[in-house]
């Protein structure tokens, strides 16, 4: 099974708190994955319902729904997260970093491993991940 994978890097004017806060609320990712999201489970810490522990259920178009759990989450640097139910992707890691940069903005490269046992189907995840979320960051900026 061959790995492929994503990979974003773009520089936001606000700083990585507010890139940080707006990414990592899971209802806000709709827009750059261009699916339906909702939050079947919040967090395990105390205050932080979209920290460690906490689930995102995503449904794209008609296809049938598929879980992300939230394995890592360092304010306002880091966040790592695994597809766990629901998807033929094995192996599906996001990790989404944050750093500030000396005009006082944020620094967001974005990595996605993708693999499928399936021939096939991770180029056109690929594909599809890479033009979701690049049209996808203008509107972070101004929602952040």
Do not use: W
Not at 58 to 83: A, M, N, W
């Amino acid at each position: 099974m061959r790995a492929h994978h994503v990979h974003i890097e773009h520089d936001f004017a606000k700083p990585p708190e507010r890139i940080f806060a707006h990414l990592a609320e899971h209802e806000n990712l709709a827009e750059v994955f261009g699916a339906k999201v909702t939050r079947p489970r919040d967090g395990e810490g105390e205050g932080e319902r979209n920290g460690v522990g906490s689930v995102r259920q995503l449904q794209i178009g008609p296809l049938p729904p598929f879980e992300e759990t939230v394995e890592e989450f360092v304010i306002p640097r880091r966040i790592v997260y695994r597809i766990t139910k629901g998807s033929p992707l094995r192996g599906h890691v996001g990790v989404m970093s944050f750093e500030p940069t000396p005009e006082g903005g944020t620094r967001f490269v974005y990595d996605i491993r993708i693999a499928s046992p399936i021939p096939g189907v991770a180029p056109p995840v690929r594909a599809s991940l890479t033009r979701s979320i690049s049209r996808s960051l203008a509107g972070v900026e101004s929602a952040a």
